[in-house]
């Protein structure tokens, strides 16, 4: 059975900061994209930070670039997905999802895996 489990969240003073963390379990990842999306009240779920399967190559949403850090631990048969999120900001407040099993990026379509949620609040 194919686990994703957040880790993490929290509430937090606006410049603060959070580490998530998303183990997974059940299934191989090793070739497939893993990301962390995010969903705030009324709003869509939107991309935050993809990373590819050697971890060698990331991608962020412009709104992040430069705050947040996304990385990958694939030891073994687990597969454990960081997020570093630096100066935070109350527009990051939003419940933060794990996704895997992607060969794109950017579209929760493509992906075949998720988390429960985390949630992640920034209090100004």
């Known amino acids: 059975q194919v686990q994703l489990v957040e880790s993490g969240g929290g509430s937090v003073q606006a410049g603060g900061s959070l580490r998530l963390a998303c183990a997974a379990s059940?299934?191989?990842?090793?070739?497939?994209?893993m990301g962390w999306f995010r969903q705030a009240p009324g709003k869509e779920r939107e991309f935050v930070a993809a990373v590819n399967w050697d971890g060698l190559r990331t991608y962020y949403a412009d709104s992040v670039k430069g705050r947040f850090t996304i990385s990958r631990d694939n030891a073994r048969n687990t597969h454990t997905l960081y997020l570093q999120m630096n100066s935070l900001k109350p527009e990051d407040t939003a419940v933060y999802y794990c996704a895997a099993g992607s060969s794109s990026v950017y579209s929760p379509a493509a992906y075949g895996y998720w988390g429960q949620g985390t949630q992640v609040t920034v209090s100004s």
């Open positions: 059940g299934r191989t990842f090793s070739r497939s994209v």
